[in-house]
């Protein structure tokens, strides 16, 4: 393997340790393994380069309401935030805590949270400055499909595959509203109305819940007609998650 650029040529082997020095720096390092590299008498601009394939694996991904964070959930169990600034990516920080695969991300309206859902069964609830997990929500008995954060920030929806469409506090960390759907069936993706009043929530089976924040009664469900669920689009045999029906479904519902 080698690391190549206009000037020259360095190959690395074995425990090689070097300074690179190089400008126009280009390498391939995915399987790679590398040992007392030393950046700090270099020419190459580590702010601006590209660095391909960092993670394990994208799950998810969410950009801040002003565009200036981007918040990415991985298979190494991470939730990475980097800077958006003049359409380039600055790596701002890692936030560890999760202990399996971060399957989803949001970032609060307001820029003060950052809220993740892992195969865990736990959702994470970040301060976006400084890191700090301020919630753990638990109570899941399966992985977590999907977060988000109602237009004020004070509410934080989940959609899991235990069935269950929780709403909670943000600021205690509290279960507001707690929605299991008697058809038993994973829950896919959950996003909240413009004025933060009703939870849209889609289910495998091709259901679509309606809940009202302040009145159970108000909770509405229907199917979508000619639904089959062997038309769902999973993630992880065919393409995204956002486009299967159920997810487009919410976001029509909103317009």
Do not use: M
């Not at 393997?1 to 190959?11: A, D």
């Not at 040992?35 to 391909?52: C, D, G, P, V």
């Not at 959930?73 to 971060?102: A, C, I, M, P």
């Amino acid at each position: 393997f080698f690391f190549s650029s206009r000037r020259r040529h360095t190959r690395l082997q074995g425990d090689w340790s070097s300074d690179v020095c190089s400008s126009d720096l280009e390498a391939d390092l995915r399987n790679i393994h590398l040992k007392n590299i030393n950046f700090s008498n270099s020419y190459l601009n580590l702010e601006t380069s590209a660095i391909l394939n960092p993670f394990g694996g994208v799950l998810s991904v969410a950009l801040s309401k002003d565009g200036k964070r981007l918040v990415i959930g991985d298979t190494s169990h991470h939730v990475h935030v980097y800077q958006l600034k003049n359409e380039r990516l600055k790596f701002y920080e890692t936030y560890e805590g999760h202990t399996d695969w971060v399957r989803t991300v949001a970032i609060s309206p307001d820029g003060q949270y950052i809220a993740s859902g892992s195969e865990d069964q736990t959702v994470r609830i970040w301060e976006l400055a400084t890191g700090i997990c301020h919630k753990t929500l638990e109570g899941y008995d399966n992985r977590i499909r999907s977060v988000c954060f109602s237009p004020d920030s004070k509410l934080l929806a989940t959609g899991s595959d235990d069935s269950q469409a929780v709403i909670w506090d943000v600021e205690s960390g509290k279960r507001i509203k707690t929605y299991t759907p008697h058809h038993n069936s994973k829950l896919r993706s959950v996003i909240f109305t413009r004025d933060g009043n009703i939870l849209i929530v889609a289910s495998e089976e091709g259901y679509i819940y309606l809940l009202d924040n302040t009145n159970d009664r108000n909770d509405r469900e229907f199917q979508l007609p000619d639904y089959s669920k062997d038309n769902l689009l999973r993630s992880e045999e065919h393409t995204s998650e956002l486009q299967s029906p159920c997810n487009l479904v919410c976001r029509l519902l909103l317009e």
